[in-house]
């Protein structure tokens, strides 16, 4: 088995990334045991499905994921973001939400580390992962459903700070 591990984001404004791969599943942990969501992704072929977090605040993911693609939707059709990335040996791009509100996701593989960014300079988060036997694109999925855990608490406190 294989570990997926890491951080999405820095020290004070990020999650931790742990999970473990068995050929067909990725199944851990997003952020800490307390503010954190469960990841559970199942890759058969090409086909992903899974969930990451709860019933209540968590958000499905169905796609594709293959060597050279990852076509997925995270979330359900009106409250949801795509996830369109383009993968070109080492490395991973492509967009997260949107053509015009989302963000660029570019990532790329050293040895066996997952680095780069999901978004841009001000508003975006560095992805910095151990990824071991897990697959590129299952991994850069992985870290697109970590950033959108991590956007969606950080708008929820933004709203209840107005509110």
């Not at 780069?116 to 151990?130: A, E, H, Q």
């Amino acid at each position: 088995m294989a570990d997926l591990d890491g951080r999405i984001g820095g020290l004070t404004a990020g999650y931790d990334l742990h999970a473990d791969w068995d050929g067909e599943r990725l199944h851990g942990r997003i952020g800490g045991r307390l503010n954190g969501k469960d990841i559970d992704l199942k890759l058969r072929g090409e086909r992903v499905d899974g969930r990451v977090g709860g019933h209540i605040k968590g958000f499905d993911a169905d796609g594709d994921v293959s060597a050279g693609r990852v076509q997925v939707r995270l979330g359900g059709h009106i409250e949801g973001d795509d996830v369109s990335l383009n993968i070109n040996g080492d490395r991973v791009r492509g967009r997260f939400s949107g053509r015009l509100d989302g963000k660029d996701l570019d990532l790329h593989r050293d040895g066996d580390r997952l680095r780069g960014r999901i978004g841009g300079l001000i508003d975006g988060k560095d992805v910095n992962l151990s990824i071991g036997n897990v697959p590129l694109a299952l991994a850069a999925l992985a870290a697109a459903c970590a950033y959108k855990a991590l956007e969606d608490e950080q708008e929820q406190r933004e709203d209840g700070r107005e509110g």
